[in-house]
């Protein structure tokens, strides 16, 4: 008997390219994509992960910084960084870490903060 050991991050990519060759050759129920599956498959916190590196390939960077500065508190960032996206949307949510790492300020709260502030100053949205 042989144990396969894989981690979280490696289930979720697992997940994600099963999902997508399923969709790609039509053999998968309209309910079930590669969103859905990476939340059965994989811890929350990475799936959260997965579900922001999917926006655009910038979230990419800012994420990887993230990691390597707080390496026992990025999970709890990761939540906070997914219930900001949910809350102002896409475009909102890339101008907040474009700007977050114009500025060098890698944590969940620091997006908030300038999520906050941008949309203060442009009156519901940033910029």
Request: hydrophobic content about 45%; proline content about 4%.
């Amino acid at each position: 008997l042989a144990m396969l050991y894989v981690s979280g991050s490696q289930l979720c990519a697992l997940a994600g390219k099963i999902a997508g060759q399923l969709e790609a050759q039509g053999l998968a129920p309209r309910t079930v994509c590669k969103r859905s599956l990476i939340q059965h498959f994989c811890g929350k916190p990475y799936a959260q992960r997965q579900l922001l590196l999917d926006l655009d390939p910038t979230v990419e960077p800012y994420l990887t910084e993230l990691v390597h500065r707080r390496p026992n508190y990025w999970e709890g960032d990761v939540e906070v960084m997914y219930r900001l996206y949910r809350a102002i949307g896409r475009a909102d949510f890339l101008a907040a870490v474009a700007l977050a790492v114009e500025q060098h300020c890698y944590g969940g709260e620091y997006l908030v903060t300038i999520a906050d502030e941008g949309r203060a100053v442009a009156g519901g949205g940033l910029w």
